[in-house]
């Protein structure tokens, strides 16, 4: 997956910083504000932004990050679908855009995620996950893990990649040492790919999804005030005696 990731970015020169930590693979790289390619993204994210009215509100300032970023994830479902192709001919286990189920296979129920999930919720309720910082999921979520189980975890470091294999960096992440070494000798900072993003959404703007993506958001929205009576479970033919 990690090789398909590459192979996609690499076609529109772009090389983002490759970070490993205890959820798996990370990629990131940087647009420029004051570029056409980030008013293209809020131009292709107006109709998609989600929450930046609900449920917080938030300044003219935000929302203009937020319709950019509702913008990016359209262009990372189509960065993913892409991965999805060239990955899941190769790989011996599923391979899906976020984590859904599938079914049992020899080895039980596994599969590779290309997580998208981040753009489905509002710009104010992320974070970005820095390097050489502690992973603390398994401490804050010790209801999924497990008590009996915390005491055998260790310590997990965000590491970038930068040349290593995947074991090699597993090896550092769960070594304090080997990772202050290693942060001492590598640059973390997010390289900037305007003009290879730029290329990318010009690839997206002539693909099938981006025509999909546009059918699926000429719909309007159902008002805010009518959420509460369109969310209700559906009533069933259910009759107690």
Same mark, same amino acid.
Request: glycine letters at 10%.
């Given at each position: 997956?990690? %090789?398909? &990731?590459? =192979?996609? @970015? *690499?076609?529109? /020169? ?95 129920? %596994?599969? &590779?995620? =290309?997580? @998208? *999930?981040?753009? /489905? ?74 003009a290879g993003s730029a290329s990318l959404l010009d690839a997206y703007e002539r693909s099938a999804l ?12 159902? @008002?805010p005030e009518r959420w509460p009576r369109d969310l209700r479970p559906p009533l069933y033919g259910w009759?107690?005696?």
């Amino acid at each position: 997956m990690v %090789e398909a &990731v590459r =192979v996609v @970015l *690499s076609r529109h /020169g772009i090389r983002p910083l490759h970070v490993l930590s205890g959820r798996g693979h990370h990629f990131a790289w940087s647009i420029r504000r004051d570029s056409g390619m980030f008013e293209r993204l809020r131009e292709i994210g107006g109709v998609a932004a989600n929450g930046c009215e609900q449920p917080v509100p938030c300044g003219s300032e935000l929302r203009v990050l937020g319709k950019a970023f509702a913008g990016l994830g359209l262009l990372m479902e189509y960065v993913g679908r892409l991965v999805l192709e060239l990955a899941g001919a190769r790989c011996q286990i599923p391979v899906e855009l976020t984590a859904v189920e599938v079914p049992t296979t020899g080895r039980g129920r %596994e599969m &590779v995620s =290309v997580d @998208l *999930s981040e753009y /489905g919720d509002p710009l104010q309720m992320r974070t970005v996950r820095v390097p050489f910082g502690a992973y603390l999921k398994p401490w804050q979520q010790v209801y999924a893990m497990g008590r009996a189980n915390m005491g055998r975890i260790g310590p997990i470091i965000f590491v970038p990649v930068d040349g290593m294999d995947t074991r090699r960096a597993v090896h550092v992440m769960r070594d304090p040492g080997l990772a202050a070494g290693l942060a001492e000798e590598l640059s973390t900072a997010i390289p900037e790919h305007t003009a290879g993003s730029a290329s990318l959404l010009d690839a997206y703007e002539r693909s099938a999804l981006r025509e999909f993506h546009r059918e699926f958001y000429s719909e309007a929205h159902e @008002l805010p005030e009518r959420w509460p009576r369109d969310l209700r479970p559906p009533l069933y033919g259910w009759v107690a005696r």
